[in-house]
């Protein structure tokens, strides 16, 4: 895990510093940058287009590389891929289309209809969703020229920030100081990840088999179990008798996601725990801190902190359906806020649920903005679908057959030939790529 010299609190803007523009262009730098590191995990490429005085940058899943019917799992069990450990071809497969996407980019109003059209022509012909995330300032000019190009907005949530250094001090649980200390946050290279060692970002991809993924689990809740039997963690007022909050370090990222992906597929499961795997070991453990609500060995609750440009967002505060109602969601708040402001950040950001604004407006947020997301699926019809699937496979085919036979040059050659093909379709199209 990287390290760096500690940061003086005065290196923080305070709230009082603040307008509202000023705090929105500091929350949509620190999501750019975690949306970079999540985004850079399972190998989703940036992408650039725009003119003389402006451009727009997005992400965008790499395309199939084999045949669909390959793909295809048995109906017996899942699929095993020996090099990925039960993730069937994770750049290709549903879950990574999650990963198309632009998000909080200002476009001149003259030419919005042609960044908007180039997007979904580019994602039409590869047959994948788009999202587009406006906001948190108000861009309604934008947003009809999405709604009339096709997109639809699947939902709209409120943008609040916190000034940590006013907040009611009922907000921090007594004793959580103690639960922070340093000899209690080890480093994730040495943490446990199951009962597989994350020496480094190489180690962290390794998951276990999808049929594995309980026993994984349990493992997991075994190993903390008998961490807490040498190492009791500090008790948390306020909350249920035997819940605690803690670093997720001592739970383990299968079951830190299990329990934040409460009633999600298996595959959604793997996906995200490799994703926060290899994002826990690619930065600054100051920068990315998850941390898990448990009682007894089982994760009933999560949270994690995303520090950058200045500022403190938290993410992900989740507590199971069993446990909701009795505190351990504003306890998670709470320690985000302590947590966040134990490293000097004198402000504190998060993208809010309808049901927790009362929650969190008492905990001291305020509303500052709002996102929406809108999503453009592609209208595939039967005889496209299958005339996509069909080029596929004779592509394959032709790279099999060639494979082991071409020459450097040659491929050369071919790259260009593509490259070539590439620039006449965005001309005939009346667009270019930067």
């Known amino acids: 895990m990287a390290s760096h010299p500690a940061i003086s609190a005065t290196s923080f803007p305070a709230m009082s510093s603040l307008t509202y523009e000023q705090l929105q262009q500091l929350y949509v730098k620190n999501k750019a940058e975690l949306t970079k590191h999540v985004n850079e995990a399972v190998g989703v490429e940036e992408k650039f287009y725009g003119g003389h005085d402006w451009f727009v940058r997005w992400w965008e899943s790499p395309l199939q590389q084999q045949p669909q019917q390959q793909r295809q799992p048995s109906s017996s069990s899942p699929p095993q891929d020996p090099t990925n450990h039960g993730i069937t071809n994770l750049a290709s497969s549903n879950l990574i289309q999650e990963h198309n996407g632009l998000e909080h980019q200002n476009i001149p109003v003259s030419e919005q209809s042609e960044a908007v059209n180039m997007v979904k022509n580019r994602f039409r012909r590869r047959l994948q969703r788009f999202n587009w995330v406006t906001g948190p300032g108000r861009q309604p000019d934008l947003e009809r020229v999405l709604e009339s190009s096709g997109f639809s907005c699947q939902e709209e949530e409120p943008v609040m920030c916190v000034d940590l250094t006013a907040a009611a001090p009922n907000t ?4 959580i100081a103690s639960s922070l200390d340093d000899s209690m946050v080890p480093s994730y290279s040495s943490s446990s990840y199951g009962s597989m060692p994350m020496a480094s970002s190489a180690s962290s991809s390794q998951l276990p088999p999808t049929a594995n993924l309980s026993a994984a689990v349990a493992t997991a809740t075994q190993a903390n179990m008998r961490r807490m039997q040498s190492h009791p963690p500090p008790l948390l007022l306020g909350l249920p008798e035997g819940v605690v909050i803690e670093p997720m370090s001592s739970l383990g990222i299968i079951s830190w996601v299990s329990a934040w992906a409460h009633g999600a597929p298996e595959c959604d499961v793997l996906h995200w725990t ?134 450097k040059q040659e491929l050369a050659d071919a790259q260009k030939d593509m490259e070539k093909l590439r620039i006449k379709e965005a001309e005939e199209e009346g667009w270019e790529l930067v």
């Open 274 to 407: 490799k994703v926060y795997a290899r994002v826990a070991t690619s930065v600054y453990r100051d920068q990315f801190r998850m941390f898990a609500a448990r009682r007894g060995s089982e994760c009933i609750g999560t949270g994690y902190l995303h520090c950058h440009s200045g500022i403190a967002s938290v993410h992900s505060l989740f507590v199971h359906p069993a446990h909701r109602r009795r505190g351990i969601g504003k306890a998670l708040a709470a320690y985000a806020m302590h947590d966040a402001r134990s490293l000097g950040y004198q402000v504190a950001t998060l993208t809010a649920t309808d049901p927790a604004l009362g929650l969190l407006t008492r905990l001291g947020f305020k509303e500052f903005g709002s996102v929406k997301l809108y999503t453009w699926y592609p209208v595939i019809t039967t005889s496209k679908l299958q005339r996509t699937q069909d080029a596929q496979q004779q592509q394959q085919q032709q790279a099999t057959a060639s494979k082991g036979k071409a020459t």
């Open 172 to 175: 921090t649980p007594a004793r």
